[in-house]
């Protein structure tokens, strides 16, 4: 809702409420109410809070009449100040611009206002209700005010610190813990700064005491170390002087009752304290049916205070080798370390519960190592075979050599362990997968259901083989379920026999969720039976919403229909956009907007063409910023700080993707900000744009008293830049000082900011704070942080290490220090710091448990991977002997292996050539040695590859030949057509490729939108003559990495018209080579692209035009305002009788 319309609806709600005004005014004012009276004077100061807070109060308790609006303008006519309707609501929007665009100011308001209207604003947020306030010819959404209201960057803070500071003066501290609570669950934790136990009372009653322990204990993990900490010493001043501990500290203040109270916070007892808690208290509290809810959620403890909550509990007559007991420990059992003479009953016991020690924030190397002694001891005079059943997720710690003697009989016993088991390797389930299958014989649903967590590891020919009646009952449940464990040539297996098992097309249909984005095209233009109910929960390609948009909209006329049907969204073409009559588009623009997040930036683009055609006025500030740059620059200043929290709130990258505009973009930023960001209000306005400041603004420009919340923000930026890596850096250490001073909680704190320290740097954390270190290194996997780091990381768990493997007797090893189990879990990524030798040193069985964790890493030199390959051949043999799980294993290290010892493989399974082209380094020599090898392995012949082979062979594809290509099937080819358009291959490849999909769609002059799309870079196959005859409207259909594809002699002859139509993300993907190529009018063409501009080559209108129309669902009767921000939804809110 516009900054207008919310006015509007304040003005008809204080004037027109109950009754129609006249256009006449009475002459007198008559008796009117004292609360009235006060009402006018403060609406002739000025003060409209304060009158909005007057009106409430009237409305509290005096039934509102036709005749008062009348009276209070009379009144203010009497006192000489000669309001009108108009100018009235011209001073109410400047005030209410004013507080929600500076929430400081609704701080200042509501810190002078007496407590009487105080406490009627707390008391409106305390009574917050739901519902539809229905004013005559305006229906206004209370709810969703209410929402967005607490949303708007900055007013939430204001209510927040106002509460904090005067709430429980003026009520009773129940209803303020509850207002606080609501305030802060919509902060995510982030108004919770360690100052802030400066304004928590600390004399509350016991019920309000508790109600806000909740809430400071639901929000423990949005919460900073030094917060956690500071709030804890409030919590345990208020228990320690409400107990009956003495001075001495002889009797604990630690009752069985305070342990209930902190919850989570129990993690940050010291030691000595937990060691003084009586065993009466402990007693009574681990009798508590809610102990174990809460010891399940310690997910922070440490080793050393869990083993001395272990030993109170065993001191309080609780036997901890009870069933009983054991099953109430919670995260506690993960530190048990009472095994001697332990009964195989009670070890699988621990086992069990041990499930949840997944959970745990570091020490998995222990729990690890906890669990193989564990299994030891449960597997102690019984086979394997007896006891696989009762072992829980103990069972991924089993070797292969272990799996590999399990009996069929075993596995099909104890699958319903091993299908809830997280964290199976791959190879692992392979091989049990096929235990399974080898009792079962048949793959049918019934074993598909018993199999859970093993699915992954069938093969795809078990799939294909399946009962065509139970695969459609298979793929609507179980498979469904676990299709992301599945590999692309799995989930086509799948697929394949659905689609020719009976009706294709009901088959198409009924196949759910994310199996759904593996149809074919093809497959999809086959079937007619499509409704937009069906699409609702199945996700999309974007060539298949392409085309099934365009399908739908020929049967429906409401748009909301195909809009609201999932990720349907994805397929609204500009055209269809430019179709829609400014009503129509305004009434459903929401749709877009909820669901920006799976929209191209070709359509957000065409949205804010369409939004500036129809109603500029009141056109969401963001999409300024994907027009041509000279709007955002010039648009006034006045509207600066509403582009600034639009534009905060999404990600620039996605908005903007050329450079050079998005330096424009930002320089617009800073003048908004006039070269400051002053106070935590700013940050909170700023948003996503923080992390895109220029490093001198961070450095210069953030005052002290911004900076903890601007931390907060930039901890979440992806990506900086070395400059503000650099500046980050600085400001942290004149913030925090050298890291020999730092505290448990500042570097728990720092988090991902330590890889920005160098290695003498993280030298002292190394030695001091070894487990904070590995614990967030272990939060940065899937990233490459840097060597120092790693380094870092490496020397901690070197030096903290109690093992120290022998490996003399290995020869060439003496006086190597080789990787032990434990180092190798504790390293990951940091793995890459061990020399060649140290690798190729590494004792049989430490290498054989921990191949897969070495694959894994990202970082190994192509030496180090040498020398696992040779440790590998030393272990295994040589690679013809390896099975199928030996190659899956080794990750990364395959791409060492030779092109001979590629040959030696069996590759006869195509989901072992699946996993290997999963890995996307292979010299070209090495993937066509894949290739070759399955075709030889496998007997198949080119002509004989069906579609799951096609999609598990992946980028070997891109070495067959010319000749080799055109014998693939078509039927197999056209389903899978998108997967193979993945591929980046030669370009006579792509050629060879596009001769194959001309079979499937026709001539390139036929092609639609979603055909184009569906192509990816098999459209980078087209000539010059078929390029140029491409229909300028499908230029923003090419994948970008089709553009990328183009050969630049072929992309220098799309005519200027087509380059200025390419869209801004396809216009992004144009390479440094291609534009060398292009005349100095097709680069013109290519910057109006990136820059967003109309394709059509008409003159933009300037930015100061009028708005052309305002959205006519503001004003139309009955019409529902959905889009209101900040203060005045707020005071929309407050006003209304019912909610106080």
Known sequence: MSLDSMTNCLFLFLFLSHGVASQSVPDSSGDLHPLLQKMAEEIIDGSYLNALLDLIQFHSSHVWTADLPHRVLAYLNSQNVPFTISSLQAAMENHLQERLHQPQKLLEDLRETDAQRFRTAMKCLLEEKKGRLDLQDTVIDLGELWEQALQSPGVNRSLFLITLERCFQVLNSLECVEILGRLLRGSSGSFLQPDITEWLPRDLREDAFKNLSAVFKDLYDQTSAHSQRALYSWMTGILRTSSNATVDDSVSWVSAENLWILGRYMVHLSFEEITKISPVEIRLFISYDNATKQLDTVYDITPELAQAFLERISSSNFSVRNTSTIHRLGLLVCFYDDLELLDATVAQVLLHQMIKCSQLRGFQAAVQKLKADLLDIATENQTLNETLGSLSDAVVGLTYSQLESLSPEAVHGAISTLNQVSGWAKSQVIILSAKYLAHEKVLSFYNVSQMGALLAGVSTQAFCSMDCKDLPQALRSTLAQHVSDLSPAQQQGVLSKMIEAGDAASGIVEIPGAFFKEVSLFDLRREPGFNPTVLKDKELRRSQALFLYELLLKTTTRPEELLSAGQLVKGVTCSHIDAMSPDSFLAHFRYFENNLFLLSPYQVNCLAWKYWEVSRSSMPPFLLAVLPAHYVASFPASQCVPFLISLGKRQLDYLVLDSHKKTLVLRKVQQCLDVSIADEYTVDIMGHLLCHLPATIIDSSISPKAWPTALHGLRDCPDLSPDHKAVVKRKLLEQYGFPQNWTAETIKDLGPFLVLFSGDELSFIATKFPDILQQTASKLAGTLPPKEFLWAVFESVRN???????????????????????????????????????????????????????????????????????????????????????????GHIALALNESELEQLDLSSIDTVAFLSQQTEWTPGQAKSILQGFLDDSGYSIQDLKSFHLVGLGATLCTMNTSEIPLIKISEFRVVVARIGTLLCSTHVLAEFKRKAEVVFGDPTEWTSSVLQELGTIAAGLTKAELRMLDKDLMPYFQPSAIKCLPDEIFKELSEEQIACLGPENAAAVTQAQRQRLSPAQLQSLQRALDGAKAQFWQDAPVSADPTRTPASLSSPGAPISRGLGLGCLLLVLMTKPLC
């Open 800 to 890: 903290s290490s109690h093992e120290s493997p022998s490996s003399d007797s290995i020869p060439g090893c003496h006086g190597v220090s080789a990787p032990s189990t434990d180092d190798i879990f504790k390293l990951a990524e940091a793995n890459v710091c061990w020399a060649p030798e140290d690798l190729l040193c590494m004792e049989e069985d430490t290498f054989i448990r921990n191949v897969e964790l070495l694959g894994a890493v990202k970082g190994f030199s192509q030496h180090q991977r040498m020398a696992l390959k040779e440790k590998a051949i030393q272990v295994w043999d040589m690679p013809s002997y390896w099975k199928e799980h030996h190659i899956v294993s080794l």
